[in-house]
């Protein structure tokens, strides 16, 4: 017995579609990931204005948080499908960095996260951008490091124990024991980009460049 046509069968046509392995070109901007990445940051100041200004948390901005995070595996799971570009390599750190500060700083507004460990991760990630723009206008793509990506997922859960009511006060050790992980992850990291930058201009210098 034949099955009846439904609505699924176009939904999951227009998916496979999306994400078919369609290699891009790597200096290509307008490709699936980059535009999922981009939507992350226009979404972002929404997220900023549903924290709430009280110490009880806010379901609504935590479920927002969890899905513009789980956002960011998605974009990087198209990069891979598609191809990776330097668009891309620029663009995903920057939105990662737009959303971990502004939600930061938007919580060190509210009373709830201290400025000190903030102001250094801040410190570090416009060092690294500034730091990825210079090379970059040099053809030079510079991808986050793995310890990188793992100092952005312990920032993303310090937030996210930070809007959740269930921790923020009650469970307050875990988005302030994250916290300061990721500041010491965001310098460690922040000293592997600096060794591999003096080893490039060594590098060049060397090779008479």
Known sequence: MSKSPTLSAPISWVCRRLVAEVPVDPNAIATWANMVTVGRILISPILFALIPSDSYGSWVAFVMWFFLCVSDGFDGYLARRH???KSGAFLDPLADKVLVLGAMFTLVSRGLF?????????????AISVYRVLVGSRGISVPASQLAKVKTLSQQLAVGFALAPATVT?????WKVLLWFSVGLALVSGGQY??????????????GA
């Open 83 to 85: 191809g990776t570009t």
């Open 114 to 126: 201290p400025l000190l460990p903030v102001v250094i991760i801040a410190v570090r990630e416009v």
């Open 170 to 174: 009650d469970a307050d050790w875990t």
């Open 194 to 207: 600096a060794v591999r930058a003096l080893r490039h201009r060594q590098f060049q210098r060397a090779s």
